[in-house]
């Protein structure tokens, strides 16, 4: 049915809703600021939350970081929760693709032996670190204040269950699907010397409270020594061994990477211009931070790549400390 | 690993063992750091946990599986919302009246889908399991899409029509607001427990249907693709949320028998809780659908009554019973609608929808489906207020009602067993003295004092001068307590509210439509009968 009306009298009474021409003047919204912005609730809260009766259930007062405005920390992506999900949709298409051309010629288990253990030994691990980052994630969107903010951290959740499966299939796809590189590599985790300096430091943002401080533990940080120690440095020296077939996995992982910095840098840069105050607090923090998880991938790294550990974990981080200098942190 | 194992052929996997290889076993045992320094919410409520690992996620989706699904669902939702936009959907529904109760849906609802996603991440934190932590973020993500694609749909309607434009705004500060406000407040602030029991058993798995139903149906009924389509996409995360709730539900009494007395405890709670917000929905069905699809006593009845009933019976082998205060709402069916709109009648000029008497023709469907209550306590009272507005001297309640300390409803209903007498409780806490409306929120109350006390119930701030925008002067010779309250609550006074007779939105809906703004009593305006018979109108431009 088709309504007849006479559109010459029709003009809308407002063109946004009211707290987004209050921002962003008369115009027309985007899917993204009507998510988004001011979304949250900030006024009159009723109870105490019986886990934390000092703030209300939404508070600022979480961090140390100091806002005049909680949504001036905008998402460059613009996702909301139907182009976030259509996005990783068509990514994942790709991804499958990739798995399935994997799988099909056996790339992964045709690679040697030692090519294989490597893999299981310096990789696999990795999906415990990722369900590390869901949990540090699902913190700063727990507990962080403002749409704008909690979010894409809730999105970025989901994204480390994601990521954890995704490397879980690289292990599955070496060990034929018995599940045996799995096994293997929670042991490592758990036990093995090479990998529990890092857990130590995961284990440590568990219990950091500040959830601000978690976002650049986590998210800045870890994922940027992380990453591209694992996923190119580690990779490519695999790939110099044992041809591609790890790489076109990896590649996936770069790639979320490398979307993900983009959000987190206008994050990070955002915040760090609103005050000195700020400043200082994320340059300790990322130094605190990096000083901490630097040392602990040195015995994989060793392991991993022999005599070029050294330069490769000096590149990852110069990258870091060139990155975080950018965004105008002194470290 | 092993090199013979690397020649056989690698393993089918069936999707179950596939997601448990790709789920379990991601968590670890942490020894760094002491385990209850990392889950730290989940022991003071008094749960007993032995373990964690029985229980099942019911979902079973892997992520990559998860954007999939809800990315195509998503594909299909915003294809039919942008068709909506580009042709003015929003002028197919009904009538303007329909439009009143999207208002109550974008400011009271929208936001409590907000509060849900927070709720479930807070869960997604803090439970120790893999699975369970897992349901809780697909929860959390999917509560943040209930609120977006809200949000998309109702912006739209919000565009031409008053009182839609201020929802995060408003929620914050309407007074009737605080009903649902509150209510998800209350849930978020309690334990992770208690809050899974209130929000993913008694609101979604014992009550969803009550709402979604009628809800939905009403929305189909009157024209509203826009809501019918979120609705109905937003159906099959309900179904998951609701396998969850009964999941949630089993494992808890199965886990210890020390959890039975604190679950009976949040059930009677949660659902009598629950009962009061939907209770809204009982205003919406009986008075605000111009077209109805059935009466709050009916849904009532099939939603709850048959339906809970058997739940209940299922649930009794674990020592369960159904919810201590079920037998009041069963009372109270054929009064709820009529008392609820009867106040927001009185109170027009204050609430941020417009509100009218029901015509002849709604006034029989009522003596219909009511026969027990309608004709003999309700009927009167509407004709009466009709004599009085033909009349020139309408009824106005000039004072705003006192909230119930717990559930924030104006203290409204009546007793039990008598529809003529008020039903007020009062509790002494501190040397102060608390009102609630009923037996059921004096029982929450007098469970938890100290939690309640805090609430923030708006008519008390407005009378206390705490509800004015900065700058207000209440020394002034002009001052309006009641006008700046409403500035402060975001409602526009004289525009949003009142009688919806003369309102800019039956106005504007006869301009632009030519159709009239209340399908039951004929147009308002020459606009309508203008385009009715094109010669009259002509007629009139030529003499
Ligand atoms: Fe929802
Ligand atoms: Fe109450």
């Known amino acids: ?331 | 690993m092993a090199a013979e194992g690397n020649s056989k052929p690698a393993k089918k996997l069936s999707l179950k063992e596939n997601y448990a290889l790709l789920t379990r076993g991601l968590g670890w045992e942490p020894s760094y750091e002491k385990k209850e320094d990392i889950f730290r919410y989940i022991s003071f409520e008094g749960v007993k946990i032995h373990d964690w690992d029985k229980w099942e996620d019911p979902f079973r989706l892997t992520m990559d599986a998860y954007w999939k699904y809800q990315g195509e669902k998503e594909r299909k939702l915003y294809a039919i919302v942008d068709a909506f936009q580009q042709h003015n959907g929003q002028f197919n529904v009904t009538d303007a009246r329909y439009v009143q109760a999207l208002k109550l849906f974008i400011n009271g609802i929208t936001e409590l889908e907000y509060d849900s996603h927070r709720g479930f991440n807070i869960l997604a934190r803090e439970f120790p399991g893999v699975g369970p932590r897992i349901a809780a973020q697909m929860q959390s993500l999917d509560e943040l899409r209930h609120a977006t694609t809200q949000i998309h749909t109702i912006s739209q309607y919000a565009k031409y029509f008053t009182g839609m434009n201020e929802f995060p705004y408003q929620f914050d500060r309407v007074w009737y607001l605080s009903i649902p406000k509150s209510f998800f407040e209350d849930a978020v602030t309690s334990g992770p427990f208690e809050f899974i029991v209130a929000i993913s058993f008694a609101f979604e798995y014992v009550l969803t249907n009550l709402a979604f139903m009628p809800w939905m149906s009403g929305a189909a009924f009157n024209g509203d693709m826009a809501t019918v389509s979120f609705g109905f996409s937003a159906q099959s995360d309900e179904a998951r949320h609701m396998t969850l709730g009964i999941e949630v539900i089993k494992f808890l009494l199965e886990q210890d028998p020390g959890n039975v007395p604190l679950v009976q405890k949040w059930i009677d709670k949660w659902f009598w809780r629950g009962y009061r917000l939907l209770s809204l929905l009982a205003t919406m069905m009986d008075y605000m659908l111009p077209k109805r699809v059935m009466a709050w006593n009916e849904a009532w009845e099939i939603y709850y009554e048959q339906n809970g009933g058997a739940l209940f019976a299922d649930l009794a082998r674990y020592g369960i019973k159904p919810p201590k205060r079920a037998p009041e709402t069963i009372a109270e069916k054929g009064h709820v609608a009529h008392q609820m709109w009867s106040v927001f009648y009185g109170v027009r000029d204050a609430v941020g929808f417009q509100t009218w008497l029901p015509s002849d023709e709604e006034m029989a469907w009522m003596s219909e489906k009511y026969p027990d209550t309608f004709d003999k306590y309700y009927r009167p009272r509407y004709e009466y207020w009709k004599s009085l507005e033909a009349a020139g001297t309408p009824f106005k309640n000039a004072t705003l009602p006192q909230l119930c300390q717990v559930c924030q409803w104006p203290c409204l209903f009546t007793e039990s067993g008598d529809p003529t007498t008020l039903s007020l409780r009062e509790s002494e806490y501190q040397g102060q003295t608390f009102h609630t409306c009923s037996d059921g929120c004096k029982d929450i109350f007098d469970d938890t004092p100290e939690k309640y006390v805090h609430a923030w119930l708006p008519v008390h701030q407005i009378y206390q001068g705490n509800c004015f925008l900065p700058g207000v002067d209440p020394t002034a010779p002009d001052f309006n307590p009641m006008y700046e309250a409403l500035r402060y609550m975001g409602i526009k006074p004289g525009i949003d509210g009142g009688d919806y007779k003369g309102s800019a939105d039956a106005t504007n809906w006869e301009n632009w439509t030519s159709r009239p703004a209340n399908i039951h009593e004929g147009a308002y305006t020459d606009a309508v009968r203008d385009t009715a018979n094109p010669a009259d109108a002509s007629a009139r431009k030529t003499s």
């Open chain 1, 1 to 331: 049915m088709t309504v007849e009306i006479r559109t010459k009298g029709v003009k809308p009474l407002a063109i946004s809703f009211g707290h987004l021409q209050r921002r962003f003047g008369d115009k027309p919204a985007t899917r993204y600021q009507e998510a988004t912005f001011d979304i949250q609730s900030t006024a009159n809260f009723h109870y105490k939350p019986l886990w934390d009766p000092e703030r209300e259930m939404f508070d600022a007062r979480r961090t140390a970081i100091v806002m005049k405005d909680w949504y001036a920390l905008k998402d460059p992506r613009q996702f909301y929760y139907g182009n976030y999900t259509t996005t990783r949709a068509k990514q994942q298409d790709a991804i499958d693709r990739t798995l399935d051309f994997v799988e099909k010629r056996d790339l992964l288990r045709g690679l040697s032996q030692d090519t294989r253990e490597l893999i299981v030994h310096a990789i696999v691990p990795l999906r415990h670190y990722e369900w590390g980052a869901n949990t540090n994630s699902a913190h700063v969107s727990a507990y962080g204040f403002g749409t704008a903010i909690t979010s894409p951290a809730m999105m970025n959740t989901a994204d480390r269950l994601g990521m954890a499966q995704h490397i879980s299939r690289i292990g599955l796809l070496i060990d034929g699907n018995s599940g045996d590189s799995l096994q293997a590599a929670q042991a490592l985790w758990t036990d093995h010397a090479d990998w529990q300096p890092l857990r130590r430091e995961v284990e440590r943002m568990f219990v950091t409270r500040d959830w601000f401080e978690v976002f650049v533990a986590q998210l800045l940080v870890a994922d940027a020594l992380v990453y591209p120690l694992f996923f190119q440095q580690i990779d490519a020296a695999i790939a110099g061994d044992s041809g591609s077939a790890l790489s076109s996995l990896s590649d996936a992982l770069m790639r979320w990477y490398e979307e993900t910095a983009k959000w987190i840098d206008a994050v990070i840069k955002t915040a760090a211009a609103e005050s000195a105050d700020n400043k200082a607090l994320l340059s300790g923090w990322v130094q605190t931070w990096r000083d901490r998880l630097l040392p602990t991938l040195t015995p994989i790294a060793q392991r991993a790549l022999g005599n070029k550990a050294d330069d490769a974990l000096a590149a990852t981080t110069a990258a870091l400390n060139a990155r975080a200098a950018k965004l105008g942190l002194a470290v």
